[in-house]
C-alpha cells in the first residue's frame, strides 16, 4: 500500500524501479507459423496496465509485454504513448488469442498526456500484445494469426 501512495504521488516515472520490473510476471508467447517465442511481461492488474512499457528505453528483439483483462474491450478503448519513449506495435486479440487488428504507435514527446493520441483498435478484444515497432512486419505476421501460451 505505502508503494502504490508513493506512485500516486511522484507518478509513474518514480515507480519505474528495477525492483518494481523485476516483480512483473513473464510468459514465452508463441505465434502459429513464427519460430521464436516472444517473452512478454504480463500487464494483468490495473496498475501495471497503466504502466506499461512507459519509460523504457529498450526493448529486446524477441520481448514484449502482454495486456490481459477478464472481459471483452470495446473497439474504442485503446491504448496511448504518454510517457513511452519506443515505438510499439501493438497486436489487439479476440477471447481465442487470434489477432484481430495490428497498429503501429509512436511515442508522444508531449508532457500533457491530453496532448497524447489513443490508438483504439475499433475491433473489441480481450487482450493485446505489444512488441517494437516494425515486428510483426519483419517476421511477416498480420491479422488472423494465433498467439498461445508456449509452455
Known amino acids: 500500500m505505502k508503494r502504490m501512495f508513493a506512485c500516486t504521488l511522484l507518478g509513474a516515472a518514480a515507480c519505474l524501479t528495477s525492483q518494481t520490473l523485476a516483480a512483473t510476471k513473464t510468459t514465452q508467447l508463441c505465434i502459429d507459423g513464427h519460430e521464436p517465442e516472444i517473452t512478454v511481461e504480463i500487464a494483468d492488474t ?68 491530453n496532448r497524447c493520441p489513443a490508438y483504439p483498435p475499433q475491433v473489441n478484444y480481450y487482450g493485446a500484445v505489444e512488441v517494437n515497432k516494425g515486428y510483426f512486419e519483419k517476421y511477416n505476421i498480420k491479422e488472423g494469426r494465433h498467439f498461445k501460451r508456449c509452455n
Open 46 to 113: 490495473f496498475e501495471l496496465r497503466q504502466r506499461g512499457l512507459m519509460m523504457r528505453e529498450q526493448l529486446g528483439e524477441h520481448e514484449g509485454m502482454w495486456f490481459t483483462y477478464n472481459q471483452e474491450r470495446p473497439g474504442y478503448a485503446g491504448f496511448w504513448m504518454f510517457r513511452t519513449l519506443i515505438p510499439l506495435d501493438i497486436a489487439f486479440i479476440d477471447n481465442d488469442m487470434k489477432i484481430v487488428k495490428i497498429i503501429t504507435m509512436e511515442p508522444c514527446p508531449s508532457i500533457d498526456p
